[in-house]
């Protein structure tokens, strides 16, 4: 699908070319302002977000406090600010500000508190120093992101001092990181007309060097749709990516395709949607329609390959647009927000802020997985007693009802389990601690058969265990929708041999999986009329895949994606399975002998946030198994499934009828 919309458009070449993860340049940034096709460079800018963030959408809990209103800059595009002593002018104290901030902190418990306000021309240093230190001291656990480029400028002026002077005393307050506003468009010409008096662009950028350079973490913006050409929107991209580069810290992870690390000091980038009521420009503001709008996020995605996260901003967007923005290459729905007034004052119609479970809602509307984050994009866990915003009860990203203590969970080291497995093992005992999760639950790994040992004794209250396992075991039970299954081709799961099928006569299993063992006897006999012998085997050299004493040899999980397959037939179980019942085959589920309520919450919760993180999953993954990244995030993305349905259901019990029509089932019980 992909394919065809990119291929057909007028911009094929430079899409093509961006998900190739080569750099595009301004005119093709341009070009692809200029192109009607914006479902074509949607699509592109949506599979880039796939691949740098999956299919998560972070969002905050957070609080914006806009301290004054007054301003000495006076941009012609904003109608926030205003001049000393007018009638509504206001400057908090302190106090106020701390206030403001502790009025909402028992419902919310923010992790967040975003600060800006307008250039003050009297407030001196120690104000904003002892407003971000009155509030680490009241909440020391929240995030200060505070003062846009233009105010540090100002503060630091203020204090005669240089702008890193100003930012290390501002640290040392507690601030702990920079919103991106103030950007606007750096092009002269744009500045000269709508904030004649701000400060340059090269000055902003000046500022956020000296921020990154000093282990301060910023965002970006952009403020579009008033008098900028595309090729101004497309050369303020440039600069954001150019600095970016400049304040990249190795390690430097893969961002997409392209490999261009997302370690620089800009977080993420905001495209602002310019309001224009009350403002001295309204007659200037250009007349966007929503695509218009989409194509800026979709655009930022595909310029700014070194920057993590795209940013929607509902709040200028509209929730119904930011939900669209995130298929657009969006990834990011921003915050609970709460009290707003830059906007509001320029007439947005919006909300001021959104509760944790309508913005959980909007974007799970959106087909992604919503993820509570904080300033710095940690994942952010809540235990049961802390409570999201509206959200009685709390949540580990929507786990009330932890498993219950001293849990122990069984694991196999294999490629298909780990999007299911992967949050577990990176909860760690603080992380544990904070999101209520009991100290004794653990992960053990094993292989198959010890597992389906270990559960049998009751020593593990849950593991991945073969369907098949399931059948033998009727003391499990199965959690009710998490399985690993496929709805054709397994790749994983395959009968090699050196003679045409019909000649088999002879095959060696490896019994690891026992479904995939059990499955292939009940395919070579019902589809290929053979009950060939069975003997049992343990692959000892992946270049011989099938032993001597063997016509055919069935091989699972890694050794047989990885294994040299040249001149051998192959049948793929996942095929044959569908061609023979029409339905997914489900090789594994989770199991224990008592599935509580919250070990479910658990389980589903780990494949939820997994599944969202499976490009990060399968970069790892690719370097553990020497195979290509493309070929383990496909494997993991597109030929394993991992929700169990109506068909995989129904799969399971045909395959449990089938097994017991051709007497595996006792033939396997009196083995065991
Ligand atoms: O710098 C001012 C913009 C910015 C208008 O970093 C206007 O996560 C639209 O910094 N219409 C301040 N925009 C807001 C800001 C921000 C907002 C959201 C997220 C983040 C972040 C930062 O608001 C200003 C200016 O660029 N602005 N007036 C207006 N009429
Ligand atoms: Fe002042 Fe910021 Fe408004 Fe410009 S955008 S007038 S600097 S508050």
Same mark, same amino acid.
């Given at each position: 699908m992909l394919d065809v919309m990119v291929n057909n458009s007028d911009v094929a070449d430079i899409l093509i070319r961006a998900l190739d993860g080569e750099r595009l340049t301004v005119d093709d940034g341009v070009r692809l302002f200029e192109s009607e096709d914006m479902f074509a460079i949607g699509a592109a800018a949506n599979e880039i977000r796939g691949r740098i963030n999956g299919k998560l959408t972070r969002y905050v809990v957070n609080r914006h406090i806009n301290y004054t209103d007054i301003c000495a800059n006076r941009c012609r595009f904003?109608?926030?600010?205003? /001049?000393?002593?007018?009638? *509504?002018?206001?400057?908090?104290?302190?106090?106020?500000?701390?206030?403001?901030?502790? /009025?909402?902190?028992?419902? @919310?418990?923010?992790?967040?508190l975003h600060i800006v306000g307008g250039l003050h021309p009297t407030l001196p240093l120690s104000y904003y120093t002892d407003m971000l230190s009155e509030l680490k001291r009241r909440f020391s656990s929240v995030h200060i992101q505070a003062f846009t480029a233009v105010e540090i400028a100002h503060i630091a002026d203020m204090a005669q001092m240089s702008a890193r002077d100003a930012l290390v005393k501002l640290r040392e307050a507690g601030l702990g990181s920079i919103p991106g506003g103030g950007a606007e468009v750096f092009s002269p010409r744009v500045r000269s007309i709508i904030c004649p008096e701000k400060m340059?662009?090269?000055?902003?950028? *000046?500022?956020?060097?000296?921020?990154?350079?000093? +282990?301060?973490? /910023?965002?970006?913006? @952009?403020?579009?749709?008033?008098?900028?050409?595309?090729?101004?929107?497309?050369?303020?991209?440039?600069?954001?990516?150019?600095?970016? #580069?400049?304040?990249?810290?190795?390690?430097?992870?893969?961002?997409?395709? +392209?490999?261009?690390?997302?370690?620089?000091?800009?977080?993420?980038?905001?495209?602002?949607?310019?309001?224009?009521? !009350?403002?001295?420009?309204?007659?200037?503001?250009?007349?966007?329609?929503?695509q218009d709008h989409l194509k800026v996020y979709a655009i930022s995605r595909l310029m700014l390959d070194n920057i993590g996260h795209i940013k929607v901003f509902w709040i200028m967007l509209g929730p119904?647009?930011?939900?669209?923005?995130?298929?657009?290459?969006? #990834?990011?729905? #921003?915050?609970?927000?709460?009290?707003?007034?830059?906007?509001?004052?320029?007439?947005?119609?919006?909300? @001021?802020?959104?509760?944790?479970?309508? =913005?959980?809602?909007? =974007?799970?509307?959106?087909?992604?997985?919503?993820?509570?984050?904080?300033? %710095?994009?940690?994942?952010?866990?809540?235990?049961?007693?802390? +409570?999201?915003?509206?959200?009685?009860?709390?949540?580990?990203?929507?786990?009330? !009802?932890?498993?219950?203590?001293?849990?122990?969970?069984?694991?196999?080291?294999?490629?298909?389990?780990?999007?299911?497995?992967?949050?577990?093992?990176?909860?760690?005992?603080?992380?544990?601690?904070?999101?209520?999760?009991?100290?004794?639950?653990?992960?053990?790994?094993?292989?198959?058969?010890?597992?389906?040992?270990?559960?049998?004794?009751?020593?593990?209250?849950?593991?991945?265990?073969?369907?098949?396992?399931?059948?033998? !075991?009727?003391d499990l039970e199965i959690c009710p929708d998490i399985c690993i299954a496929a709805d054709g081709p397994v790749r994983s799961v395959?009968?090699?041999?050196?003679?045409?099928?019909?000649? =088999?006569?002879?095959?060696?299993? *490896?019994?690891?999986?026992?479904?995939?063992?059990? @499955? =292939?006897?009940?395919?070579?006999?019902?589809?290929?009329?053979?009950?060939?012998?069975?003997?049992?085997?343990?692959?000892?050299?992946?270049?011989?895949?099938?032993?001597?004493?063997?016509?055919?040899?069935? %091989?699972?999980? #890694?050794?047989?994606?990885?294994?040299?397959?040249?001149?051998?037939?192959?049948?793929?179980?996942?095929?044959?399975?569908? !061609?023979?019942?029409?339905?997914?085959?489900?090789?594994?589920?989770?199991?224990?002998?008592?599935?509580?309520?919250?070990?479910?919450?658990?389980?589903?919760?780990?494949?939820?946030?997994?599944l969202g993180l499976l490009p990060e999953i399968a970069r790892e993954e690719s370097a553990r198994l020497g195979l290509s990244y493309e070929a383990c995030h496909e494997y993991l993305a597109e030929v394993i499934s991992y929700d169990m349905g109506e068909r995989e259901r129904e799969s399971l019990e045909v395959f449990r009828q089938k097994a017991a029509a051709h007497g595996l089932l006792e033939r396997e019980a009196v083995r065991r």
């Open positions: 904003c109608a926030f600010s205003r /001049s000393e002593g007018g009638p *509504d002018a206001y400057a908090m104290t302190v106090d106020e500000v701390v206030a403001k901030a502790a /009025s909402e902190w028992e419902q @919310m418990k923010f992790t967040e340059p662009g090269s000055e902003w950028l *000046d500022v956020m060097r000296t921020a990154h350079g000093l +282990g301060i973490k /910023s965002n970006c913006t @952009m403020l579009y749709g008033h008098v900028e050409t595309y090729r101004e929107r497309v050369e303020h991209m440039v600069a954001l990516r150019e600095l970016q #580069d400049e304040t990249k810290t190795p390690p430097f992870p893969p961002l997409g395709k +392209g490999g261009r690390g997302g370690c620089g000091g800009f977080m993420s980038f905001i495209p602002l949607r310019f309001h224009a009521k !009350n403002t001295e420009l309204g007659d200037l503001a250009a007349a966007l329609s929503a119904k647009l930011a939900q669209v923005g995130l298929s657009f290459g969006a #990834d990011d729905f #921003d915050g609970t927000v709460v009290e707003e007034k830059i906007t509001h004052r320029a007439g947005a119609t919006t909300p @001021m802020g959104l509760t944790v479970p309508e =913005i959980k809602r909007l =974007i799970e509307e959106t087909g992604t997985i919503a993820v509570e984050r904080d300033t %710095l994009y940690n994942e952010v866990t809540r235990n049961e007693h802390s +409570g999201c915003w509206g959200e009685p009860g709390g949540c580990w990203g929507g786990i009330s !009802n932890p498993a219950p203590a001293s849990t122990k969970l069984g694991c196999l080291p294999y490629l298909n389990v780990r999007p299911l497995v992967y949050t577990l093992e990176r909860a760690c005992p603080e992380r544990r601690r904070r999101s209520g999760l009991p100290e004794g639950w653990e992960l053990t790994y094993a292989p198959p058969s010890e597992l389906a040992r270990m559960l049998a004794a009751g020593e593990i209250a849950a593991a991945p265990v073969s369907s098949f396992a399931c059948f033998l !075991n009727t395959l009968l090699l041999s050196r003679v045409p099928v019909g000649r =088999i006569e002879r095959v060696a299993l *490896d019994t690891s999986s026992l479904s995939g063992a059990a @499955m =292939i006897r009940i395919i070579l006999q019902e589809a290929h009329g053979l009950r060939p012998e069975f003997v049992r085997f343990r692959m000892q050299d992946p270049l011989a895949p099938i032993p001597p004493h063997a016509d055919a040899a069935l %091989l699972i999980g #890694d050794p047989a994606m990885l294994c040299p397959k040249d001149g051998l037939v192959v049948l793929d179980v996942g095929v044959e399975w569908k !061609n023979l019942t029409g339905l997914p085959a489900v090789f594994a589920v989770w199991a224990g002998r008592q599935m509580t309520g919250g070990l479910i919450s658990l389980l589903r919760e780990a494949k939820r946030v997994g």
